[in-house]
């Protein structure tokens, strides 16, 4: 058991690796190696409540065992600033795989990599984040529990360790996905497909009473996070929300069935969300609307110590 220091620019070698530690995780896709490569490149997208994201100082440290490489983690530096202009620099585990039955190797590779971070003086490590690999577990990128073995390791090494996202999933067929009636005659519905470089678009639904936004549901095609062909055929809700002066009167329930309708009607074939564990009645949304659990993601920000 070794390990030892990549450049960025040798990452394509790491694909069938990444490929078989993520083929059981629910919304990850086998990846070509210009797909890995290339995706590992493109620049974080901020998501609420940050204005920029920005990573610097990546580095591949790669694990052998009897001269074949079973195990790497990918560290870099994270820059984040805020909406409300609160800056911060910290060190970032963006991904972190290893043979479930080979502990010391994933903790030979975890030591490295805190240390990496700690001569460049920084003061906290975070792992999986959105700033992760664009293409693992779309847009939270959040550590999937069915990497347990790794959840495992980072707790015994001092991580915090916080459930973020139940992630959930429903089939999208002719049965399930008839076409809801509006809750209030007073309400209507713009419907816009949005075309993307992927085989179906993605979709913006508003609801409006009278002149007035009321609701918005965004989706995006899976394809715009991994170019993988069975990827092409899945959905993914990226945004809900109903106004609070509106609430209360089934909107969310009728655009989640409006959003199923129209994807259907396009061609998806399934559609997946992410709706975070402390929002209890989204959750109950949901399940009532179709989906089923299919993952719970966890997010890990440890304190470093010089």
């Known amino acids: ?29 086998p990846l070509s190696p210009h797909a ?13 409540p ?11 440290i ?19 600033e805020t909406i409300s202009g609160q800056t911060s620099r910290i060190g970032l ?27 460049l003086k920084l003061k906290q490590i975070e792992a999986f984040s959105p700033a992760s690999y664009p293409f693992y577990c779309l847009n939270s990128r959040s550590l999937s529990s069915k990497m347990g073995h790794v959840l495992a390791l980072l707790g015994l090494n001092g991580y915090q360790i916080t459930p973020k996202y139940f992630f959930m999933g429903r089939q999208l067929t002719a049965e399930n996905s008839s076409n809801p009636t509006l809750p209030n005659p007073s309400l209507h519905i713009t419907v ?13 639904l ?12 965004n989706t995006a095609s899976v394809g715009t996070f991994c170019q993988a062909d069975s990827a092409q055929d899945h959905a993914y809700t990226t945004w809900i929300k109903v106004e609070p002066q509106a609430r209360n009167q089934g909107l969310a329930r009728y655009l989640l069935q409006k959003n199923c309708f129209e994807l259907h009607k396009i061609g998806y074939q399934f559609l ?15 399940l009532q609307a179709g989906y089923h659990l299919l993952d719970t993601k966890y997010e890990a920000l440890k304190e470093l110590t010089p």
């Open 1 to 29: 058991m070794k390990t030892h220091r990549w450049p960025l620019s040798s990452a394509a070698q790491l694909t069938e690796l990444y490929n078989h530690q993520t083929a059981h995780i629910p919304a990850c896709y």
């Open 36 to 48: 890995f490569q290339q995706g590992i490149h493109t620049p974080p997208t901020p998501t609420y």
């Open 50 to 60: 940050y204005k920029t994201l920005q990573l610097e100082a990546d580095q591949l």
């Open 62 to 80: 790669i694990g052998e065992t009897n001269g074949k490489i079973t195990a790497f983690v990918h560290i870099a530096t994270l820059h984040k």
């Open 93 to 119: 585990i963006r991904f972190l795989t290893y043979p479930s039955n080979q502990r010391s190797l994933g903790q030979a590779l975890l030591t490295e990599a805190e240390n990496y971070c700690r001569k």
């Open 192 to 204: 816009a497909p949005i075309q993307t470089e992927s085989k179906w678009p993605n979709l913006q």
């Open 206 to 217: 508003r609801l409006w009473h009278h002149t007035n936004p009321v609701g918005l549901c």
């Open 272 to 286: 997946y969300a992410d709706v975070r564990c402390t929002n209890y009645q989204a959750q109950m949304l949901h």
